[in-house]
């Protein structure tokens, strides 16, 4: 199953937006950015060195940017039809 880092204010929405639409299953993990710097979490730098949102995990494969994430679900969706 996907798995979706989601930081507000982010491009993740239109990730989340797609999976949505094409109805596949996903998981949702949010993060919070700092109140101050505006800067996202050490927690996505655990996930994905770049510490960007959003990240998409599936299985072995880390995907962190939302032109790439979109091009990947589109690929899943296809093999699964």
Partial sequence: MITVHHLKKSRSRRVIWLLEELGMPYRL???QRDPLTRLAPKSLQ???PLAKAPIMVDGDMVICESGAI???ILNQSSEHQ
């Fill in 46 to 48: 655990a996930i994905h």
């Fill in 29 to 31: 993990i949010n993060h």
């Fill in 70 to 72: 979109i091009e990947y």
